[in-house]
């Protein structure tokens, strides 16, 4: 691999951390997906189909706001896509991300946490969205340990 990018969007914290542990594993550079307008407790109740996640989730077509712009996204070759699964796919936000570069010829590997769900129908949905990016097969990472970490790193 050549310049590699971990680039994460975490809710709640979790996502973070093993984002920063599989950037420091492989030796990659972090950015955070940030949405414009921060999400609150209430706008992340799954359990009320008013609250923003749920009303984001369920229109396929959402685009949350970014906050903030990676500027150099052309130097990178690989580009580690993390976020929590929410509803089976990865959050409306992450489909901002990806549409927001040209990821031609670049490698893309997703990986997730969950608090128990897999990544479902994540590839399926964030394929078509960057057309000539070479995608590699993704994990679930919740509770990842270092050695885990590197097992991923080492498959790769």
């Given at each position: 691999?050549?310049?590699?990018?971990?680039?994460?969007?975490?809710?709640?914290?979790?996502?973070?951390?093993?984002?920063?542990?599989?950037?420091?594993?492989?030796?990659?550079?972090?950015?955070e997906i940030r949405p414009a307008v921060p999400y609150t407790?209430?706008?992340?109740?799954?359990?009320?189909?008013?609250?923003?996640?749920?009303?984001?989730?369920?229109?396929?077509?959402?685009?949350?706001?970014?906050?903030?712009?990676?500027?150099?996204?052309?130097?990178?070759?690989?580009?580690?896509?993390?976020?929590?699964?929410?509803?089976?796919?990865?959050?409306?936000?992450?489909?901002?991300?990806?549409?927001?570069?040209?990821?031609?010829?670049?490698?893309?590997?997703?990986?997730?946490?969950?608090?128990?769900?897999?990544?479902?129908?994540?590839?399926?949905?964030?394929?078509?969205?960057?057309?000539?990016?070479l995608w590699k097969e993704g994990r679930m990472l919740t509770?990842?340990?270092?050695?885990?970490?590197?097992?991923?790193?080492?498959?790769?």
């Open positions: 691999m050549g310049k590699t990018l971990v680039a994460y969007f975490s809710a709640g914290g979790v996502t973070r951390a093993v984002a920063e542990r599989l950037a420091a594993a492989a030796g990659a550079d972090l950015f407790a209430a706008d992340l109740d799954w359990t009320n189909k008013n609250s923003r996640s749920s009303v984001e989730m369920s229109n396929p077509g959402s685009r949350p706001e970014i906050a903030q712009r990676l500027e150099g996204m052309d130097d990178y070759d690989t580009v580690f896509v993390g976020f929590p699964i929410w509803w089976y796919v990865a959050p409306s936000i992450v489909c901002t991300f990806l549409e927001s570069y040209d990821f031609s010829g670049k490698t893309l590997i997703p990986f997730a946490t969950s608090g128990g769900s897999g990544l479902g129908k994540t590839l399926e949905q964030l394929k078509p969205l960057c057309p000539g990016a509770g990842a340990s270092e050695q885990d970490i590197k097992n991923f790193l080492a498959a790769l």
